[in-house]
């Protein structure tokens, strides 16, 4: 097992720990521990920290507008012996620490959420890939995960004597087991304060809108399905934030709308005081331009890695802070006058380092020249005394040179000579008698005399006690900071909050969004609704807008018939993006919005499109119907694209018939169905709160254009063949299919010219045979023929067994209506 290792200058340590990182590996980094003047013998080195893909801290390795967690995963029981997991994720970056225990089945969800960059997992234990779904896992050992050394962890660190002030239970053991291992592996890995961690969070369900891995890739919320980047996706689109915590903020909305009323209006308020004053939305959000990342910044402080250069950016963002006090203590709403409160503008700390540190500061302290000249005696009269020297010598080196004759006279200097003067070989009759010879180069020598080393040394220790002291200074400022470290994160949060109201009330008024109401009824009421991305990516005016209506009694279940490429995906779309933006706090894309909380929102697309992952993509798209069937409530909203489009016709119209069905009858919640099967379209007949709607198609000169206008009703006929002419297919191909059409359609309607399926109304399966759908059952007239022992049947005996068989199926044909 061969570990590659490098030596490399130290200021190239984040070059190189990019590439390391990236690739996915582990980083040692280990460094001199003791000064090497002061060593005795090899110099002492020691491994001062390990750098995961989970745990990078540093500025060049992290995308500024990207949370970054380490999550640790560990499987349990209950008392009843059900399976659950504990999980746990932490951002060192910035401190958050959270923890949640859950069912194993909703593991892939949350861990979706999340998006962790590493994964820890206990040895003992095995995962799937698609339980996890996590670039990177890492193992350790199962005692990490002990629920005795979870505790002794946690309780450390917290200095408490019990998690239930964090608001944990008994029953969250598994969450604190996965906690503790969280905290362990940082303490391992870092070696540093992590003082910056000052609280863990039970990540409580049922406070936010829950949506399932399948939901968030169909819908693209965070990630674009094409290539998972953010680019693209909902995400990218509504964000106008102006600092990186502010972007990291909205993220983190987005992914965790809220259900509750009162919390999602307030959030509403405020953004709608933001978006009716914009003369200050637009002073604050240049203002924020002017604030650097606080909350990674401080989490650097407590690490011990902060550079001179992050406390100059602490001590500029504090000096912006008392301005954005005073913009905020005059608002009405209650969040912005919240978010005033949170903010501490630590005058004495932003004081000190405006006076401290001057305006270039550089990335690490060694490196010197940073505190400004009057903020320390001591290190000024060194520096002083440094200077003084500085110049003596080159006033020695004016002097020699006419004293010996040499204008060209050289006084240099290295690390090994110190201070010399150099002469070439064509100077050497200059050379004097009191000069020592101390090397000879190939065109020159060098020389010292005692002057020049009377002062170097006075240079030279002067500038070493010098750099040590400002050293010194350096320390004594980051402890200043991390002394303020908790207010210092409060406001960062307060700040990264109104980035996000600012952005959501820019959006607003650049888009020209209205507010949405939220009610409790499970209601949609949408006016001109509009999809939040392609309205913004179409051609502005070329989006064409479609309502939204549905209740509880008649129209709960929108069936969307229409061609391909009508707009039926779009428009079911944008209906749940409208509900997720209103419920995450933010202005929805429509003339007006009705939205009932959703406590979940599903969203499946039928397998065609579906191309991920190895296994059967009928089987994927069954799997997650299964879900939403097995897990909707009265309060969900359920988006189906082309479900059963990913089997042959007749199994996917079934299939798609009895899943409405199920939902209408047994969920009973809002859902919208977009099919091209229009045989479904027979489901209004039969099912009360079953509405059609089709989208509006206009056929000209035997062509169809697209209105993408959502009507009443029913789509009269599958256009399928016109898009087909469309697409190019040859004239002949396109005659032909027509012909086939309309044969089939004369076998398969009835005479009102509906599709015959509908006709039959529900029906139960027989109790005695059972329906799968991936096996032929056996009918009991097989079950016997298998049965028959045909060396012990005689010629009349088997006329007689099949008579009886012949009788048995005629029975059964008779009494099933069809
Ligand atoms: P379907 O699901 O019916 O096959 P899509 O929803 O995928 O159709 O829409 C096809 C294309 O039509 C989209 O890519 C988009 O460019 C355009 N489109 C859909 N809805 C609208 C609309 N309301 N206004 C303008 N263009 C639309």
Redesign the pocket.
């Known amino acids: 097992n061969p570990i590659p290792m490098a030596g490399f200058p130290h200021h190239q340590l984040d070059s190189y720990l990019g590439k390391i990182i990236r690739k996915g590996f582990r980083a040692a980094v280990c460094e001199q521990v003791e000064d090497p003047k002061e060593a005795k013998g090899l110099v002492k080195r020691e491994v001062t920290r390990v750098v995961t893909p989970g745990t990078v801290t540093d500025d060049g390795l992290l995308d500024p507008r990207a949370s970054n967690y380490l999550a640790a995963v560990i499987g349990d029981r209950d008392k009843r012996g059900v399976e659950r997991v504990g999980l746990a994720w932490a951002e060192l970056s910035t401190g958050r620490f959270f923890a949640l225990s859950a069912p194993r089945r909703e593991l892939a969800d949350h861990l979706a959420r999340i998006a962790p960059s590493e994964c820890l997992v206990s040895e003992d234990e095995s995962w799937s890939d698609d339980e996890l779904g996590v670039e990177f896992t890492t193992g350790r050992p199962s005692w990490a995960f002990g629920s005795d050394s979870s505790d002794k962890t946690l309780l450390k660190h917290f200095a408490v004597k019990s998690l239930e002030g964090f608001g944990f239970h008994d029953d969250d053991r598994p969450a604190i087991r996965a906690a503790g291992a969280v905290l362990d592996y940082l303490q391992e890995t870092q070696k540093a304060s992590l003082a910056h961690i000052e609280r863990l969070t039970p990540y409580r369900l049922g406070q936010t809108l829950e949506i399932d891995q399948a939901t968030r890739r169909s819908l693209e919320i965070s990630r674009t399905l094409r290539d998972g980047g953010r680019e693209g996706s909902l995400l990218s689109m509504i964000d106008r934030t102006a600092t990186s915590m502010g972007s990291r903020t909205l993220a983190d909305w987005l992914s965790n709308p809220l259900t509750d009323i009162e919390a999602i209006d307030a959030r509403l308020d405020a953004v709608a005081e933001l978006r009716a004053a914009a003369r200050l939305r637009e002073n604050l959000r240049d203002r924020l331009k002017g604030v650097y990342d606080l909350e990674r910044l401080v989490a650097r402080v407590t690490t011990g890695r902060a550079s001179p250069r992050d406390l100059r950016y602490i001590g500029r963002s504090l000096a912006g802070l008392p301005s954005f006090k005073e913009s905020l203590a005059a608002r009405d709403s209650r969040l912005l006058t919240a978010l005033d409160d949170q903010i501490d503008t630590c005058p004495q700390l932003a004081d000190l380092l405006d006076t401290a540190l001057g305006d270039d500061c550089p990335l690490h302290a060694r490196d010197g020249g940073f505190i400004r000249g009057g903020f320390h005696e001591e290190l000024d009269r060194l520096r002083e005394l440094a200077a003084g020297g500085k110049q003596w010598i080159a006033d020695y080196q004016a002097l020699e040179a006419e004293r010996i004759g040499v204008p060209k006279l050289k006084v240099g200097f290295n690390k090994v000579f110190g201070y010399y003067i150099e002469l070439t070989n064509a100077q050497r009759d200059n050379v004097p008698a009191e000069y020592i010879r101390k090397q000879t180069l190939k065109n020159a020598e060098r020389f010292i005399t005692p002057e020049l080393k009377e002062y170097e040394e006075q240079v030279v220790s002067a500038d070493e006690r010098a750099n040590q002291l400002e050293y010194d200074v350096f320390l004594e400022l980051r402890a200043a900071v991390q002394a303020s470290a908790r207010a210092l994160q409060r406001s960062a949060l307060a700040l990264a909050q109104l980035d996000v109201l600012l952005s959501l009330a820019e959006l607003a008024a650049a888009r020209n969004y209205c507010r949405p109401q939220l009610v409790n009824e499970p209601t949609l009421e949408i006016v001109d609704g509009r999809h939040p991305v ?1 309205d913004i990516l ?1 051609p502005e005016g ?3 807008p ?1 309502d939204c209506h549905a209740q509880a009694g008649d129209s709960m279940v929108l069936l969307i018939t ?1 061609p ?8 079911i779309r944008q209906v749940a993006l409208i509900t997720i933006m209103a419920q995450m706090g933010g202005f929805t894309p429509a003339k007006s919005a009705v939205i009932g909380v959703a406590d979940r929102v599903f969203a499946r697309v039928g397998a065609s499109d579906e191309l991920a992952r190895g296994q059967s993509t009928f089987m994927v798209e069954m799997t997650e119907t299964a879900r939403i069937l097995n897990t909707a409530t009265e309060r969900s909203l359920v988006i189906l694209d082309e479900i059963g489009r990913g089997t042959s016709t007749y199994d996917g119209v079934s299939l798609a018939w009895a899943i409405v069905e199920h939902i209408h009858d047994e969920v009973g919640c809002r859902t919208l169905f ?1 099919t091209h099967y229009h045989e479904l379209t027979d489901l209004a007949h039969s099912l009360a709160a079953v509405t059609n709607l089709n ?1 509006s198609v206009k056929e000209w000169e035997d062509n169809v254009v ?1 209105l ?1 206008k959502i009507v009443g009703g029913a789509a009269d006929k599958s256009y399928g063949i016109h898009v087909a002419r469309l697409a190019g297919v040859p004239r002949s191909v396109n005659e032909r299919a027509k012909q086939i059409l309309a044969q089939l359609e004369a076998e398969h309607l009835d005479e009102e010219n509906r599709p015959k399926i509908g006709a039959t109304g529900k029906q139960r399966p027989r109790s005695d045979i059972q329906l799968t759908l991936f096996a032929p059952y056996d009918h009991p007239v097989v079950e016997r023929l298998k049965s028959i022992d045909l060396n012990q049947l005689t010629p009349l005996d088997a006329i007689q067994v099949l008579k009886e068989l012949q009788d048995e199926v005629r029975e059964d044909v008779v009494a099933k209506p069809r």
């Open positions: 392609l179409e070329t989006f064409v479609n229409g391909n490429m009508a707009g039926k995906s779009t428009y977009a989208v697209f993408h």
